[in-house]
């Protein structure tokens, strides 16, 4: 059950050492929905870091209304995206356990927070613990408490160790970071012998039916992020891989009929690859194959499911 207004709920008030991040650009509405349901949650985060991005004076001012002594807000005056805005908000954090959530995602249950905690106390070697999100007009699975072996997770509803966070490149300053932000991470963690779990014991709710990603800046971001990825974190040996993937993402796009922005993406790779060409650092050739084997096996638990 979705947790209720504070001032709705009894014994509201406690908190627990969690920082809670929320990147966000002029959506005013959802990230006050948003605070209002964290801060319902019992226990509550300590610390509720929001970035505020491009110089977002709306959202600026609004916040303001919003404040409290949990409440820290950073400002970005150029586009950093909600990678970049994560980056900041996760170096800011005051707790090693640090929850991702967006503007228009908030926990399911009032215990989220304690529960994030009890599993992080319970999986040691966990640098990130994703959750199940269901979207808009999705039903509500029951809680388990398990939790399993994930390739990676979704910036929207995952909870991470600061410290594992911290050792890595961090997240790219993009603005459309489809098909490159959460892999890109995956990678770098799995790199250096990170565990990535998952657990439908964390539940998120994100208000949205993801029919904004059915458009042409979309469709461009995610093949040319696909090649970006490959740039930044494949070994040379693995760039027949990367350009595969490319083509399968051009295939993808036009099967589903998502023809506008198709060629927009294939030319603009060379300029989003000269853009970020300073932020090359390959993983391990074992390291992408331990990836895509993790993959297949989520894809096979699925489909079983």
């Not at 909870?159 to 098909?179: N, S």
């Not at 565990?195 to 998120?204: E, V």
């Not at 992408?288 to 084997?293: F, G, L």
Request: contains cysteine.
């Amino acid at each position: 059950m979705l947790p209720a207004p504070a001032s709705d709920r009894a014994g509201a008030g406690s908190q627990c050492p969690v920082t809670v991040v929320i990147p966000t650009y002029e959506r005013v509405a959802p990230l006050t929905a948003t605070l209002a349901h964290v801060r319902a949650c019992n226990p509550a985060p300590a610390q509720i870091i929001v970035h505020v991005d491009n110089g977002d004076r709306s959202t600026a001012a609004a916040l303001n209304d919003l404040a409290g002594p949990d409440l820290k807000v950073l400002y970005a005056q150029s586009r950093q995206g909600p990678g970049g805005g994560r980056n900041r908000a996760i170096a800011a954090a005051r707790h090693e356990i640090i929850v991702s959530l967006d503007d228009d995602s908030y926990p399911v249950d009032a215990d989220f927070f304690a529960r994030v905690l009890a599993l992080f106390g319970e999986y040691p070697q966990a640098a990130v613990i994703g959750t199940a999100i269901f979207h808009r007009g999705e039903a509500i699975a029951a809680d388990e408490r398990r939790v399993q072996l994930a390739p990676d997770f979704v910036g929207c509803g995952c909870a991470y160790r600061r410290t594992a966070f911290l050792a890595t490149h961090g997240y790219q300053p993009i603005a459309l970071a489809y098909g490159v932000e959460e892999v890109d991470m995956a990678l770098q963690l799995h790199d250096q012998e990170s565990t990535i779990l998952a657990s439908p014991w964390l539940r998120i709710r994100h208000e949205t039916d993801r029919q904004h990603q059915i458009n042409a800046a979309v469709t461009a971001a995610h093949i040319r992020n696909t090649a970006l990825l490959a740039w930044l974190r494949y070994p040379l040996e693995l760039t027949p891989l990367g350009m595969a993937q490319v083509g399968s993402r051009v295939w993808w796009s036009v099967r589903n009929g998502r023809f506008n922005g198709v060629l927009t993406g294939l030319i603009t790779i060379a300029s989003t690859i000269w853009r970020f060409r300073r932020q090359r650092a390959p993983v391990r050739k074992e390291t992408v194959a331990k990836y895509r084997k993790l993959r297949q096996m989520a894809a096979i638990h699925q489909t079983a499911q």
